[in-house]
């Protein structure tokens, strides 16, 4: 037995550097992204590229085409999971705890943004979800909401994690290309995930701000509460909270 072990390492030792990192990236590349996908928390984004960075680096001609595979298979894996443990919330008198950590990652402003566009795209608005950073948890709650079924939810979110490894790994090709090194391709491809992440948030943001200088909300409603009101009976400007006088 020991004469065994020995030459498992021996072995293990005579790879080359190229076969040891596939054959502990590529599982670690899909428990990443599994959990990424199950557990919101994990820039899945930033780990496909990384992993395509290295791929381009290789000499192995597949190196890249195993990355998309995986990628794309564990993320449509998680997705799937997560969305099964929400239907079990959905149809439980008690909900569970599955689904509350859903509705705690949406705003009621964006799900009901999420549950519109479902009613007028049905399943394409997926694709979608699933490529705009912080997108992809509001229209599956929303689809959660409206009783979408496991089966038509995996066809519609299998495209969607197609486009989403496609392009992910696009950018770490990018990122590849650019540096002579694997670790500054790497660098390069996390910055502009993290870039690409923040500005829709930014944008939010800034429509917010916009909103609320000319009395109107972020979706370009007039607000129900802003400063400019007038409080009845005087004419005079309001307060600002809801438009009426102090007494």
């Not at 190196?63 to 449509?76: H, P, R």
């Not at 948030?201 to 009395?215: F, T």
């Amino acid at each position: 037995m020991i004469d065994g072990f020995t030459r498992v390492v021996t072995a293990v030792r005579e790879l080359p550097p190229e076969s040891t990192q596939q054959a502990v990236g590529y599982p670690s590349l899909f428990l990443l992204v599994a959990l990424g996908a199950l557990v919101p928390i994990v820039p899945t984004g930033a780990i496909v590229s990384s992993a395509a960075v290295v791929a381009f680096h290789q000499t192995s001609p597949l190196a890249l085409l195993y990355v998309f595979l995986v990628s794309a298979v564990a993320a449509w894996l998680g997705d799937t999971a997560l969305y099964w443990l929400g239907q079990r919330g959905v149809r439980s008198r008690n909900g569970s705890r599955w689904l509350a950590a859903l509705r705690g990652r949406v705003t009621p402003e964006r799900l009901a943004q999420a549950q519109e566009r479902l009613e007028t795209h049905q399943v394409s608005v997926l694709v979608l979800s699933r490529l705009v950073p912080a997108g992809r948890i509001p229209v599956m709650l929303a689809c959660l909401l409206a009783g979408m079924p496991l089966r038509r939810f995996a066809r519609g979110d299998a495209a969607a994690c197609l486009a989403w490894a496609a392009t992910y790994q696009l950018i770490g090709i990018l990122g590849g290309s650019l540096f002579p090194e694997p670790w500054q391709g790497v660098v390069a491809a996390i910055g502009i995930t993290v870039l690409v992440g923040a500005v829709p948030g930014l944008w939010r943001r800034l429509r917010g701000a916009r909103g609320a200088g000319d009395g109107r909300s972020a979706d370009g409603v007039p607000g129900n509460g802003a400063a400019g009101h007038q409080a009845p009976g005087d004419g005079r400007p309001g307060n600002g909270v809801s438009g009426h006088e102090h007494p």
